[in-house]
């Protein structure tokens, strides 16, 4: 079974601060992994999308790695900014088609 | 707008009520989810349906009772609930089920079972 963990749970940092988010995952036969964000009270957002071949993916000021062969990847937020703030979550697609998530990691960007 | 909606949005309910949760997508895909979402845990996948067929039933309880009449809507039913089933339950649809393709999620329906 396919486990994705988040560290850290929590991450608190003035504006303009880079942001570097962590999630591992235990079976590296993935066919895909997403970024989400939540805000509260409201349902997930996809931020960035790698397929299993591609190394990494950007939008903006967000970038995201993928090291497969590790189990790992990287969220990248340049300059943060309040508007930041919020749950980031980490899914891992398998080769079941089935999303396995992370518990998320819960940011907050100080004015 | 994700094009998914949830309602409602907030239910209370007794552990002897009958309710049901709906959602409904506008973007023509043929998949739906229904999530669970507790309090510091990761999401858990509960029930998929493709083109109107239940494809995956992930060891959910008999007191959650997926329904899926058209590919537009997926209903909850919920009956005889636990206070550990209080949640935040969120659909999501896709394209299909297999291509690489995101899903799309609702806001969600915040439970409270008393």
């Known amino acids: 079974k396919q486990e994705v963990t988040q560290i850290p749970a929590a991450l608190s940092v003035p504006e303009g601060e880079n942001l570097v988010l962590n999630c591992s995952f235990t079976d590296s036969a993935i066919y895909n992994l997403q970024w989400f964000r939540q805000d509260p009270g409201k349902g997930l957002t996809s931020l960035l999308l790698?397929?299993?071949?591609?190394r990494e993916q950007t939008s903006g000021r967000l970038n995201a790695s993928l090291d497969k062969s590790s189990g790992r990847s990287t969220l990248y937020i340049a300059a943060s900014q309040p508007g930041d703030s919020a749950t980031y979550l980490c899914?891992?697609?398998?080769?079941?088609?089935?999303?396995?998530f992370g518990a998320g990691t819960t940011v907050t960007v100080r004015a | 707008e994700t094009g998914v909606t949830q309602t409602p949005r907030h239910l209370v309910m007794g552990m002897t009520n009958k309710k049901s949760l709906k959602c409904e997508q506008h973007?023509?895909?043929?998949?739906m989810y229904w999530y669970k979402q507790s309090a510091k845990k990761p999401l858990e996948l509960m029930f998929v349906y493709s083109l109107e067929e239940r494809v995956e039933n992930n060891s959910v309880p008999s007191r959650f009772s997926p329904e899926c009449p058209n590919s537009s809507h997926l209903f909850l039913h919920l009956h005889t609930l636990q206070p550990e089933d209080s949640a935040l339950y969120l659909c999501a649809s896709s394209p299909s089920r297999t291509l690489a393709e995101t899903q799309y999620f609702g806001p969600g329906t915040r439970l409270l079972v008393l």
């Open positions: 790698i397929q299993s071949s591609q």
């Open positions: 973007l023509g895909h043929n998949a």
């Open positions: 899914a891992v697609k398998g080769n079941d088609y089935k999303l396995s």
